[in-house]
């Protein structure tokens, strides 16, 4: 398939630094599933004095498949009034067709997956090109496979990378192998590659990714700062020892037991979570234990 | 997790008879991708004329999610303006949360996908209870994993099919020792099985199951409705030769190239099928003669 | 990849009938976990007054892979002397290198596997030619991808069932579409189809499978026999029945719980099974408790 | 499932130190496909003059699945006769049944993988503990999902690294966030992690592995070296550039195409690599040709 190409210049007159940490953050939930602005209100106000380089909003782990899109205009608008004015804001979309992509104006594009036998590069590579043809924000790709079920395959990103309004990835599929390859193919477009989870976030450091957008910035957000702050200045014998103690934390809110997970340990560490909507449903007991083990066996409860 | 349970009573004076075949309905689009309500109508004629059950609208093979809710309810008040009085209509619905799927009347339920690894039995089926609580109309349980990425978990379905107001399962996977044994471990309950492909529709009614709906029904539905009354009338010997020239075409209209074959077929069968909406991809000319081939090496072209 | 052709005549002239059930026998071992040969020889003899087919040795079933080559041979002479006259044996094999496993002179061939990625239709048609055309007794092709996480594909199995000596196969995967288009592609060559497994048995038979070599058979291995007639009579809803009734035992013993479950099984119902060889583990109490529900639950115990 | 435990003194007075590359050594043929120990021992004295830390013989890339007992143990002495005296050998080995295993002296052990659906963290623990416990050279686990189907849980082998003669693992799955949890959860052990594949060998460094066996080192060992000493060294930028152009040679001499391009590769970089055992089927013409494209859009060819 045949794909747009457009002179370098562009984009570097469009430059946008997405390097950093960003918390996808969560939806807070009244007891009757109803959003709690009020709560989300509180979360933003602590998270604003951690040195994030921005937030994500309407991510996996805002439950935004749960919200519908009046709410999901919501709460983009909220987080939006209470965003500092040096903090970059990235809001998830994507729907599954290019048409109703296209209408949408946010900037961290989720492939579309329902009919994902059919979704090669191709078809995503046309996708994207026509999203980011007419959005008035840089596109930045999602590819997130444990919810799609499949990955944008590393040539169409390679491809993609090429179009002047699109900055970046999120790659939360954690192959390091690929991630240090898209960032040697891209390396003429001065393209971003974020790390989609904390458990690979130093090693996708060391491939060459600019920063991460991570479930446990919700819970460590600090920590994981800190982390990046040993990275980028080459402290890496420290920068290991604080990784290390932050990948069991992580798998356990993201693969192992998931958003209701992190919510849970955002109660934990000062933050409102609370429940998630149906039907997700709530840890069990002896999940909560996990939960706890894994943290405070790593030196963090 | 707790179900809930009441007598058999309710469901036998409800008794929705499922039996039979349907065609899950594409959707026409215009050269500009709108949907063309004409050339839907010209194939619903069509159709009416075909000994089919009913017809299912909004599955996948109705593109249904690439079509706006305003969209999905102009296609299915269509669909019932010209439905004749003795065929069932099953719309296709679902979504991700459970307070979304309440609102909706469909009866059609696919199962809620982005958070697969979390929608165990326990969560599907406190989903699925409260929608067929709430829902008017018989609910019929729908797994397809193909594009889903998960199964509705055999113990769900079972403890399912004794909520009085959920009927059925139209089940797309094709494993069929699972078909029959689901049929085995319902069978106090009147719950309906129907196979959700032609490819394994002779098979499914062997062990058990009342009928289909069958993308191929789209194209050869005299065919299928056909196959239908060979294998309850238990000629089977007639029955597999039938089945046996149908599974290529129905393969390559559904696993191997999808929507877009089927919309092509359709073409050459004299019902209006046309271009998909993007980001779907038409079909290569070689895909167009592999679609082809299958077809006539089978006697139908 | 170019293959072999030869006219029909050969084949039909050495024609094997294969239709029936087989039980893929287990190896019983002493507490120190050497091959029991007593106790397989009374297995033997209380399988001689079922009317089986014949046996199969040496497959998954009978942990081949655990046995040393002199101890493969020395089973395989201990089946074959004790086997009435009437009765077919099947003996397992297989190996990496095609070398190897055309050495080896018996029939029911197992596809290498180590390198799946690289072991696609042109390999494998390469390998079973070879094999078939070197081989002195006819040779059955061995699809099993639970163990091996690969099939044979369809294209593949269509092209070798050309081969005089290549009279069948043991398609264990289950998948009802491929074996009805299987059946249905080479019913010009007298190719036979062997389901691999109780489960599907009647669907299998349905779409033109002519028998089984089922793990169950072992344990119920009349019960299974009678189904085999029920099917080849016509007898339809009486087949119904009993298979609904296999199906959880079934897969008790093999997808769940595995050989040890089939042993254990065996135990029960009056055949010497004993422990596994290690690494294969014990049942756990629980998983003999759930093995016998999945008896009883269905009347067998 | 209970494990063997020992005090750590043992094992630190055993300390075999790991730290270095290792190329898995390809088993060249001759036209005849029997092993050509003339070209080995020429490939070996290349090998001798670069800084490996020494060798794996018997590793998947060297087709151990095709060669006989009797080939394995000639090759093995072929290696050891003419392996410098500060070299380390590995030798692959691994049996499907535990005895087997015991039965054989060498050191780097693969999993059983047949049953791999019962091949859980307890049948592994027992496995190789027995094993451990028998072995008179040091035990390396050996984890290749790729070829076996499956890998060894990442808590068998925190719970086996406490084993005094259990001294490391080949990982060969390439998940950095696991390899960084091995590290972690057995810094107590003196355990040491080797990359299985040159594409995140970089990473395996940055998040604490001690080296690699990379199946690219057969064509490319002065470069792995080099990357080897950037890493321990610190100089990451260097490291990364080096690292980034060797991924694409790595993974179509691994994944895409496997040992016949690795055996092809080896020809133009003045090794012996030929052809590969049947049923490893040659590259076609255009996997040549994107195999030296691979190569020559990196700068090596």
Redesign the interface.
Known sequence: ?TVWTRTQSHKAAARLDLAGIYPPIATPFTAK?DVDFQKLEENLQKYAKIPFKGLVVQG?NGEY????EEEQVEVVRAVRRSLPADKLLMAGSGC?????TVRLTENLVVT?C???????S???I??YT?VADSSPVPVVLYSVP????MEVPTDAVVQLAQHPNIVGLKDSG????RI??I??KTKMQDFQVLAG?A??L??AY???AVGGVCALANVLGGELCELERLCVS?R?EEA?VL???L??PN?TVT?KL???ALKQAMEWFGFHGGAC?????PLTEAETQQLRQDFSSNGWL
Chains 1, 2, 3, 4 share one sequence.
Request: glycine share 12%; hydrophobic share 30%.
């Open positions: 398939c599933e996996s498949p749960y919200l519908t599954e067709s290019t048409r109703a579309p329902f009919y994902k036998a059919k979704m090669g191709c078809a995503l046309q996708h026509k444990a919810n799609t079920g954690g192959d390091i192998t240090g390859l960032v040697h989870s458990g690979f130093m090693a060391c491939v060459g080459g890496w290991r990784q290390q103690r990948i069991e798998t693969r998931g958003v209701p909507r149906s039907p997700m449903q």
